[in-house]
């Protein structure tokens, strides 16, 4: 395996192709929050609260370019945007597969590794949905897979059962995330306000 080239697949290339008409709702979600909370929280609290909103999605967007996934010999390193990564030995995964789920905007495929905790995760950029739509998607994921199969013991595999965390897709988890974070500025802002 020594003898095949290392992949590594960044966010940049992944979200070139997004589809812009559908992420353009999320400005007009902005322009929405910042009507109703200049209207109801007046100035400087809509200020806080816009402010929160774009360095949230500001934080998000640079993490979304800069991560990357790079496989070969050593293992899988998945670094989520900031930082060098961290590099996962074979011997610490069990599973690697394409997960198949549904949100808001139609259905989505992911590649997650399994490792020897149990532990679940989504690699960064090997994603595929409507909204982010990546023609090398099948490919990158059957090298990968490929990799991890030459790269373990048939013996030490096992198939992950799918729990809550697991059958959610990364924009799930960062909408929730989105919504908590949300939820807490709107809070800080009103106790403030009173």
């Not at 402010?51 to 967007?61: K, S, Y």
């Not at 909204?131 to 013996?155: C, G, R, V």
């Not at 729990?163 to 908590?180: A, C, D, H, T």
């Amino acid at each position: 395996m020594s003898a095949r080239r290392e992949l590594t697949v960044r966010g940049r290339e992944r979200y070139r192709h997004a589809r812009w008409s559908k992420i353009g709702l999320l400005a007009a979600v902005l322009l929405v929050e910042a009507a109703v909370s200049g209207a109801r929280l007046g100035a400087t609290a809509a200020g806080w609260l816009l402010g929160g909103t774009f360095a949230f999605a500001g934080l998000n967007f640079i993490r979304m370019r800069r991560c990357r996934t790079t496989v070969g010999a050593a293992g899988v390193t998945i670094s989520s945007g900031f930082g060098r990564g961290r590099t996962h030995p074979w011997h610490e995964i069990r599973w690697v597969g394409v997960h198949q789920g549904s949100g808001r905007f139609g259905e989505y495929f992911t590649l997650r590794v399994t490792f020897d905790s149990g532990r679940t995760r989504s690699l960064p950029a090997l994603q595929r949905s409507s909204l982010y739509p990546d023609p090398d998607f099948d490919a990158n994921s059957e090298e990968i897979i490929a990799w991890w199969k030459a790269s373990t013991d048939p013996s030490t595999r096992f198939r992950p059962t799918g729990n809550w965390l697991y059958r959610k897709s990364p924009e799930q988890l960062g909408r929730l995330l989105g919504v908590v974070i949300a939820v807490v500025i709107v809070v800080v802002v009103f106790l403030i306000q009173t």
